[in-house]
């Protein structure tokens, strides 16, 4: 087994050429995990009244609206999510941590939070931006 540390990628990960890793019908799904975990979110964002993983993933053009921050970190975070449920059989991962929005992924990466804990959280974090019009500033300790 070999040893890896994961690092988890934040705000500016989700950007033009990453529209549809997530939906495309063409992307491999053999477990259908990747689904499993979209139709989560979508369930998720459809309660509280924003748009869907799906539709934002979706879109035939990426612009201003996969970018602010009740998206960003939720496109971010399922992303990741996905990509952290893929990894390899034989990795042991012995550290995780997490660049700006990256550190949900990492807390849930690092088995702290389940997915859909996980993603409430981004989203909220994500939904302070709009609400309080604060971008970015986020300190953690």
Same mark, same amino acid.
């Given at each position: ?7 988890? *990628? ?5 950007? %033009? ?6 939906? /495309?019908?063409?992307? *491999?799904? *053999?477990? =259908?995990? /990747?689904?499993?975990?979209?139709? /989560? ?8 009244? %924003? ?9 035939? %053009? ?6 602010? =921050? ?11 999510? @996905? ?12 550290? @995780? ?28 974090? =994500?939904?302070?931006? @709009?609400?309080?019009? &604060? ?5 953690? &300790?």
């Amino acid at each position: 087994m070999r040893r890896v540390a994961l690092i988890c *990628p934040g705000r500016g990960t989700y950007t %033009r050429s990453e529209l549809g890793i997530l939906t /495309r019908a063409d992307r *491999p799904d *053999p477990s =259908g995990l /990747r689904r499993d975990l979209v139709a /989560r979110a979508d369930r998720w964002r459809g309660r509280i009244g %924003r748009t869907s993983i799906s539709d934002l993933d979706g879109a035939d %053009r990426f612009g201003s609206v996969h970018l602010k =921050g009740e998206n960003a970190a939720a496109l971010i975070y399922t992303a990741g999510a @996905v990509d952290v449920a893929s990894l390899a059989k034989d990795l042991e991962v012995v550290c @995780v941590c997490g660049n700006s929005m990256g550190w949900y992924t990492a807390l849930h990466a690092g088995g702290v939070f389940g997915f859909d804990d996980g993603l409430r959280l981004a989203d909220t974090m =994500g939904g302070f931006q @709009v609400e309080d019009g &604060v971008v970015g500033g986020q300190v953690i &300790v």
